[in-house]
């Protein structure tokens, strides 16, 4: 309803509800997107945060090398699965099961090794990209459940959000090639419709494929009503189908090693040769060996990459006799349900894990676009607000709460990321728990971000916040070979693409950083005058920002002040 008392319309109503549900969890979102938008890169920021594992570089004698490593570590293991190096993994990451180990990853011995000696490499211990992508939809220091029923409603919200807004713009295509600079309220509303259009798809995307990730917690209702209330009958029969799509565990199954029947293993060259002549595009990237040094031996090849999303790019596989090399028939993939299959193709598409390089940097950068226009829209909120401080004469709390947090939630959060990752450099190799302090160390400055606007100006606060987060970025790639890890010419000399990734990755915040630092330092300098113009018509005084100051000594007081040159400097561009 209008203060007139007339009814509004659709758009003022899914305006209203624009505005208030990306209000409500915009901070949130903000987190979940940026984070998330990280996780494009998960393996290559783990390489990365193990500068270990940097000296490793692959060779045609690699998969041999693993092979005989496994000899040595586990020689009575029931099976062996070699992760072999590709374009987002520099090591070799083995994983191996021992007579009567536990089901499940609980009974599941790894190790990586070096993909050119094939020795056992002890990293240094670090939660890596996990933390960030973990955080992306369980959040932190609470129950998972927890974790994932916020993000799960934020999503939904956000979802909300994408289509109020949507309804909202009457001139959605015409608002895709609309930027006005220096036009205050309306350069920002351009900067957030530019960015939700340019986008759109990939907005709509990435949330909806979001919700279905979390379905079955979100809508629990329809697994209980088909399986009688036996979730566990569901996803067995989820992850049984799953296996067989991909080739499961191949024909031998996880045998168990016979004792007294010893027989050494065929040779691996033969066979990736076979292998790599009928997949010529992505190779062999994993080698399991079942029942190895047995005579029931087999030895099962697993592409580098799938070509379906139907089944969530589940790669293809050839099966061997694991000691006279012959093939052997590996089992036939099941077919795939049609809403099975539409959820894979959606979900698989939010994951990203089947996606080329310039696929996942195409991905990477939608992430970016989708993360800036949570950011302009929240800042949007408080420009929209400056005229009502100008009547009022004073800056309400509820707007200084939400200028604060805008700062510390935003331009905090890039700062937290780049402190992140230096503290996987600075702390101790040696101190216990260390990846426990990566990440305290990651909320200690991300709290310290949030306590920095409350001391400055919103627009000091935005701008050195910024520049701090531009320069811990630029100076990681630096950081990586002072501290163990290869520099990006060795990275890119040795096609270890994974650690060029993350330091190009790097250097791309840091300009992104950069050109908002330039941003808003720029047009402050150049409206001064009129911002002193505008305040002095409202009290007299010569220096606006000062006066404010001095007039309330107080942080509101403070941000009335800037919010008055703010307005000056605005209603003058």
Request: charge should be positive.
């Amino acid at each position: 309803m209008r203060i007139d008392g007339k009814p509004e319309g659709l758009r003022q109503s899914m305006s209203w509800l624009h505005t208030w549900s990306g209000l409500v969890l915009g901070w949130l979102l903000y987190a979940v997107f940026f984070t998330g938008t990280l996780s494009f890169f998960r393996d290559e920021i783990d390489d990365w945060m193990r500068p270990e594992l940097h000296r490793s570089v692959a060779s045609a004698e690699t998969a041999q090398l693993g092979l005989d490593a496994m000899q040595k570590l586990a020689p009575n293991a029931t099976t062996w699965t070699l992760s072999l190096p590709n374009a987002r993994q520099t090591a070799i990451e083995a994983s191996w099961r021992e007579p009567g180990a536990a089901a499940g990853r609980a009974g599941t011995s790894r190790a990586t090794l070096d993909a050119g000696t094939g020795e056992r490499i002890e990293h240094r211990e670090t939660r890596g990209g996990n933390f960030l992508y973990r955080f992306h939809f369980e959040l932190y220091a609470m129950p998972r459940i927890w974790g994932r029923w916020i993000v799960g409603f934020a999503t939904m919200l956000m979802f909300v959000a994408i289509i109020s807004g949507v309804i909202t713009h009457k001139k959605i295509f015409t608002d895709f090639f609309t930027f006005r600079p220096r036009k205050g309220q309306r350069s920002w509303l351009d900067a957030h419709n530019a960015t939700a259009v340019l986008a759109l798809p990939f907005h709509i995307l990435i949330t909806f494929s979001g919700l279905l990730l979390l379905m079955n917690l979100l809508m629990p209702w329809g697994i209980q009503a088909a399986y009688n209330g036996d979730t566990g009958a569901y996803f067995s029969e989820m992850r049984g189908n799953r296996q067989a799509a991909g080739g499961g565990q191949g024909a031998g199954g996880r045998a168990q090693a016979e004792p007294g029947q010893h027989a050494p293993l065929a040779s691996i060259a033969p066979l990736l040769a076979q292998a790599q002549q009928q997949w010529p595009r992505h190779g062999v990237g994993s080698i399991t060996v079942n029942a190895p040094g047995t005579a029931r031996a087999t030895i099962e090849l697993r592409e580098g990459g799938g070509s379906s999303l139907v089944n969530r790019g589940a790669s293809s596989t050839l099966l061997f006799d694991g000691v006279s090399g012959a093939s052997r028939q590996p089992h036939e993939a099941l077919a795939v349900s049609w809403p099975r299959a539409t959820s894979n193709v959606f979900t698989s598409l939010h994951l990203g894990r089947f996606a080329e390089p310039a696929v996942r940097w195409l991905l990477f950068l939608s992430g970016v676009v989708g993360t800036l226009m949570a950011a302009t829209g929240m800042v949007l909120w408080v420009v929209k607000r400056l005229p009502e401080r100008r009547k009022l004469g004073y800056t309400p709390k509820g707007h200084r709460f939400v200028e604060v947090l805008n700062v510390g939630s935003i331009a905090g959060l890039s700062v937290a990321t780049a402190a992140y990752f230096w503290f996987n450099r600075l702390i101790p190799v040696e101190l216990a728990g260390r990846g426990d302090w990566e990440i305290r160390g990651f909320f200690t400055v991300w709290l310290l971000c949030l306590l920095h606007p409350l001391l400055r100006a919103p627009r000091q606060a935005w701008r050195e916040q910024m520049a701090v987060a531009a320069l811990l970025f630029a100076l990681l790639p630096v950081l990586n070979p002072l501290t163990g890890g290869a520099s990006l010419a060795q990275s890119l000399a040795h096609s270890q693409w994974s650690i060029a990734g993350f330091d190009l990755m790097m250097m791309a915040l840091a300009v992104i950083h950069g050109v908002i630092v330039w941003w808003l330092a720029r047009p402050q300098a150049a409206a001064r005058p009129a911002a002193k113009a505008g305040v002095r018509k409202s009290t007299g005084e010569q220096k606006s920002g000062v006066l404010a100051t001095r007039e309330s000594g107080t942080a509101a007081g403070t941000a009335a002040g800037v919010a008055g040159a703010s307005m000056a400097l605005e209603k003058s561009t």
